[in-house]
């Protein structure tokens, strides 16, 4: 998994998505994947009381948001957002106990999953993905559906890198 993130090579652009998702599916695990109305509201609504400040500081620091191309929104989603949080909310978490040690433990994996990104692009902020994936994890807990978090975790990948120019230096062909 920790090459998800330090290489954009094609074949694991596809595969670790695969792989997230197959996880859950070889030990059997149930993922709670619901779409009701509330918890798409909720998505949301925490989306936007926590991006909306971030991007308007960083607004205020001189970024300015890129677009982004349709494949990589896409990809972001589907690939990345959907696939993550199935594995580490729906599946880990899940196992691990859906409570606040759960929450530390899988936001500390997930973390750790975005090391690479450091290591090899000194992106600093990658190893700040902690405190997001606490947000995801509580969103989880208290709604026990992946779809709040996918919502924030879309969001947030969305804003940070439409910040950051990142995916000038990723392809995105589909």
């Known amino acids: 998994m920790l090459v998800y993130h330090a290489f954009s090579f094609s074949l694991f652009k596809y595969l670790i998505p695969f792989f997230l998702i197959s ?10 994947l619901r779409f009701r109305i509330r918890d798409i509201l ?10 909306l400040p971030f991007w308007y500081l960083m607004l205020l620091n001189g970024r300015s948001l890129l677009p982004l191309s349709t494949a990589a929104v896409f ?9 993550e949080e199935i594995y580490f909310r ?8 859906n409570n606040i040690r759960g929450i530390l433990i899988v ?3 997930f973390s750790v999953m975005h090391l690479p990104q450091y290591i090899f ?29 996918v919502i924030f975790h879309f969001n947030a990948n969305i804003v940070f890198l439409g910040l950051n120019g990142i ?3 990723i392809s995105f062909q589909v």
């Open 75 to 83: 990809f972001q989603l589907l690939g990345v957002s959907l696939p």
């Open 42 to 51: 909720i998505g949301f609504i925490v989306s936007a009381a926590i991006l």
């Open 23 to 32: 996880v859950p599916y070889v030990f059997q695990a149930r993922i709670n």
């Open 167 to 169: 995916l000038s230096r």
């Open 121 to 149: 692009y000194g992106d600093f902020y990658s190893v700040m993905t902690f405190f997001p994936s606490l947000i995801m994890g509580f969103l989880y807990m208290k709604t026990s559906n992946i779809i709040p978090s």
């Open 107 to 109: 936001s500390l994996l």
């Open 90 to 97: 729906g599946f880990l978490q899940e196992r691990l106990g």
